[in-house]
Nanobody, 128 residues
Framework: QLQLVESGGGLVQPGGSLNLSCTASGFALDYYAIGWLRQAPGKEREGVACDSVSDGSTHYIDSVKGRFTISRDNAKNTVFLQMNSLKPEDAGVYYC?????????????????????WGQGTQVTVSS
C-alpha cells in the first residue's frame, strides 16, 4: 500500500530553521517526482516546492526561493524539505504528495489539484 509519512515539524522562532522529512512506503521515491505543500489556518493548501525525476529539476514558489531546499536520501526512501529563515507566514501544516504527472512537476507547482497520495501532514509553527 502506497503511503507517505511526514515528520520534523515543530515550534521555531522567526529566522529559525526546520528540516522536514517525508518517508515513503509501498513505492520507491527515487523513481517519482515529489512535492511539498502547506496549509495555513483559513487558507487553501498551496504547493511550495517540487522535485522532478524526469530532468532533475526542482521548483519553488517565489515566497520560499532561496530559503527552502528539497533533497532526497534514496537509500532511506525519504525526501527532505530544509526550511531556513522561517517567517510567521510560513506556519501551517506541511504535507508531502506525489504529483499526478508522476515523474515531473506540473508547471503550476502551487496548485494542490496537481498532487495525489498525500501524507497526514506535520505542523510547523513560527512564533516568538
Amino acid at each position: 500500500q502506497l503511503q507517505l509519512v511526514e515528520s520534523g515539524g515543530g515550534l521555531v522562532q522567526p529566522g529559525g530553521s526546520l528540516n522536514l522529512s517525508c518517508t515513503a512506503s509501498g513505492f520507491a521515491l527515487d523513481y517519482y517526482a515529489i512535492g511539498w505543500l502547506r496549509q495555513a489556518p483559513g487558507k487553501e493548501r498551496e504547493g511550495v516546492a517540487c522535485d522532478s525525476v524526469s530532468d532533475g529539476s526542482t521548483h519553488y514558489i517565489d515566497s520560499v526561493k532561496g530559503r527552502f531546499t528539497i533533497s532526497r536520501d534514496n537509500a532511506k526512501n525519504t525526501v527532505f524539505l530544509q526550511m531556513n529563515s522561517l517567517k510567521p507566514e510560513d506556519a501551517g501544516v506541511y504535507y508531502c504528495a506525489s504529483p499526478r504527472s508522476k515523474y515531473f512537476c506540473s508547471a503550476d507547482v502551487s496548485s494542490p489539484h496537481n498532487y495525489e497520495y498525500w501524507g497526514q501532514g506535520t505542523q510547523v509553527t513560527v512564533s516568538s
